[in-house]
């Protein structure tokens, strides 16, 4: 077990000994929302938030307490502090999250100076990650700063939300909320105005600008109001930040917020993956972050107890530390925090000349069954069953697609593909080596699948389970479709399609596609490409001349597209809800309600399926009603389908990555 050390000093004879289940063993803080102590509830260990008494008699701040709370246990993610128990009944109510021990950036930085190169960019990806979470939970934060910021030896850690957030803007500039947090406010915070995820976006530039010069961009005084002027109407100054890193900050300091990016998307844009794909942008930020970050020279020596100035008392799960002074660094926020996510869709549509049939209708509700042993499990679609799983795959599976009597699943965390038989039975994988994202498909005994890092797609051949052949492609290649004897590959970082031709294996044009390509689908007469980010469109290419015939504006972040009943059918994930388009007149006829951000589509003659990502579910919309007709759930995140005459088949993973392959039959 690795060992922490962290300060602690003495509790008052006014402080409580115990709170709730909690038994309290000293202070770890105190400021304008409460006291927060540490405490152990069994082999738990929590900094323990409770409610200053004159905020507790704030009906209107406890309702916002209490709505925040119930949002932050869905708020996922190892930068983000889990919260472990809360009572918003009791008075005054409290809040207890995981601790963590570790100097905040605002100490790091105070002592040992800016922080630069890979490190700088480990800080603000996980930084921006840890926002992301907490904006996916419909938390804004609304105190991002360095002392809300703890550095561990595996990541940094935004602490301190789930008080701040529940406190309106008089609460925030009262006492214990000073200049120090009024240089990170963003403009509207600072007028006043209705709040959102922008002002933690706004924020979050601060606190990069910050750590690269050791001030903050828009200075520290002579007074708050001052700050609070220049932050409104005055240009921040960005020292030392250079690069890609600098042009995303300037992005994210925009003084309007509509113009900002999301936090989802400041990650994407730094590591060039797709925004549209959360189970790999979590997996290339732990990647990242893992292989770059480390703490700050020196920044440990904060930690020192042989610094004679305080005391610090290990802690272990079990064993509470014992009391001691207050030590000289400890900051006026509380420390603590952490627990991880997810990926997106292939969208892909079905081979040519594929006619589904329905195998097995009862009174129109679907059967998923799975092989557990010998026997057969079914359970009914229309009573929201969850899909029992045919074989675990347990490296991250990212997509699937059919071809030569095999599934073919792209393993994320194995850098592998691996076949598995209709039995559910896996028969080998292949090292790809290269984080394969999802873009898989199947021509004339040839698999074929994009690898992101090295630009370039693989051929696999199934019988010897050798790679054979490799094509370099666009930047950043994700999903892919096959039509005929041509492979269209989706270059996310290239804001291109690449065409291949498979008859001679090779590279023959990369057209110029909006901007973030996402999903793909091939007919006889057209190549469709969704766009994400600022365009918001599904373009069609005609195969033959390789040129975008139109461009048509769908809903917000679409994703998945497919083919079916003469519509192009867009999956629009920030949007909820499934467009389908008229492609002779170029416009929308149908706006379909989903849930859950929904991402793959798939289509057949009588079906659209789509895939629905934080729903963990699959649903299957009918194109004579425009409505959805069945759902079924699986154990978690679907993240590629694939079907045939005999059903569909959905591979689906979990937040640690373990994942299976499951079979609707319909």
Not at 632 to 645: E, R
Request: aromatic residues 6%; glycine residues 10%.
């Amino acid at each position: 077990m690795h060992d922490e050390w962290v300060p602690v000093t003495a509790l008052r004879s006014e402080d409580p000994r115990k709170i709730g289940d909690w038994v309290l063993s000293g202070r770890l803080g105190s400021g304008g929302m409460g006291v927060v102590y540490l405490g152990q509830r069994a082999d738990q260990i929590g900094a323990v938030k409770r409610i200053h008494a004159h905020l507790a008699d704030d009906p209107g701040f406890i309702r916002r307490f209490k709505r925040e709370v119930e949002l932050l246990h869905r708020a996922r993610g190892e930068r983000v502090a889990k919260v472990l128990d809360a009572d918003v009944q009791v008075t005054p109510p409290f809040l207890v999250t995981e601790f963590v021990a570790g100097p905040t950036l605002a100490e790091a930085v105070g002592s040992h100076g800016p922080i630069q190169g890979e490190t700088l960019l480990a800080l603000a990806v996980s930084l921006a990650q840890a926002i992301a979470s907490i904006a996916h939970a419909g938390v804004t934060h609304r105190d991002i700063k360095p002392a809300n910021v703890i550095l561990t030896e595996r990541t940094p850690v935004v602490v301190d939300f789930g008080i701040a957030t529940a406190a309106d803007l008089t609460s925030i500039t009262a006492e214990g909320f000073g200049v120090g947090t009024a240089a990170y406010m963003a403009p509207e915070q600072c007028e006043g105005a209705v709040l959102g995820p922008a002002v933690d976006v706004f924020a979050w530039a601060s606190v990069v600008s910050f750590a690269a010069n050791g001030q903050p961009p828009f200075g520290e005084g002579p007074t708050a109001g001052e700050v609070r002027r220049r932050i409104i109407h005055d240009p921040p100054e960005h020292g030392h930040l250079s690069g890609r890193l600098r042009r995303v900050v300037e992005q994210a300091h925009a003084k309007t917020p509509a113009m900002r990016p999301s936090a989802e998307g400041i990650v994407a844009d730094l590591l060039g993956v797709s925004r549209t794909a959360e189970l790999r942008l979590d997996l290339e930020t732990e990647r990242f972050v893992n292989a770059t970050w480390r703490m700050p020279i020196g920044a440990t020596d904060v930690l020192d107890v042989s610094s004679g100035a305080g005391a610090y008392h290990e802690v272990q799960p079990g064993v509470a530390p014992d009391q001691g002074p207050r030590d000289p660094f400890l900051p006026q926020s509380p420390h603590q925090a952490s627990a991880t996510r997810r990926q997106a869709p292939v969208a892909r549509s079905r081979n040519a000349g594929m006619r589904w049939r329905r195998v097995m209708v009862v009174a129109g509700v679907l059967v998923v069954i799975a092989l557990v042993g010998r026997s057969l499990v079914s359970v009914l679609a229309g009573r929201h069953p969850t899909a029992p799983t045919l074989t675990a795959i347990n490296s991250c599976p990212t997509g699937l697609a059919l071809g030569g009597e095999a599934l073919w699943v792209p393993e994320y965390l194995s850098d592998s593909v691996a076949q598995v038989d209709r039995s559910g039975s896996i028969l080998g994988a292949v090292e790809v080596g290269d984080s394969p994202q999802g873009g898989v498909g199947f021509h004339n005994g040839t698999v074929w699948v994009t690898t992101s890092l090295s630009n370039s797609v693989l051929g696999i051949d199934p019988t010897t389970m050798e790679i054979r052949q490799r094509i370099d492609v666009g930047e950043n290649p994700r999903e892919l479709a096959i039509g005929g004897d041509t492979m269209w590959v989706v270059n996310y970082g290239g804001d291109s399609v690449s065409v291949v031709d498979l008859t001679t294996e090779s590279a023959v044009d990369e057209i110029p596609i909006g901007d973030a390509p996402g999903g793909i689908t091939v007919t006889d007469s057209a190549v469709w490409v969704t766009s994400g980010k600022a365009d918001d469109s599904v373009s069609e290419i005609d195969p033959l001349s390789h040129q975008v015939k139109q461009t048509i504006r769908v809903g917000n972040d679409p994703v998945g597209v497919a083919v079916a009943d003469e519509s192009v059918w867009v999956a629009n994930s920030e949007d909820d809800s499934v467009s389908r388009v008229d492609p002779s007149s170029g416009t929308t006829i149908a706006t379909i309600s989903v849930s859950g951000r929904p991402r793959e589509l798939l289509a057949a003659d009588e079906a659209v399926w789509v895939a629905q990502y934080d729903g963990d579910s699959v649903s299957r919309i009918d194109p004579a009603t425009n409505s959805v007709v069945d759902t079924v759930w699986f154990k978690d995140s679907p993240t590629g389908m694939a079907g045939d005459a005999e059903g569909l088949w959905v591979s689906w993973a979990e937040d640690t990555c373990s994942g299976g392959l499951s079979r609707v039959l319909f």
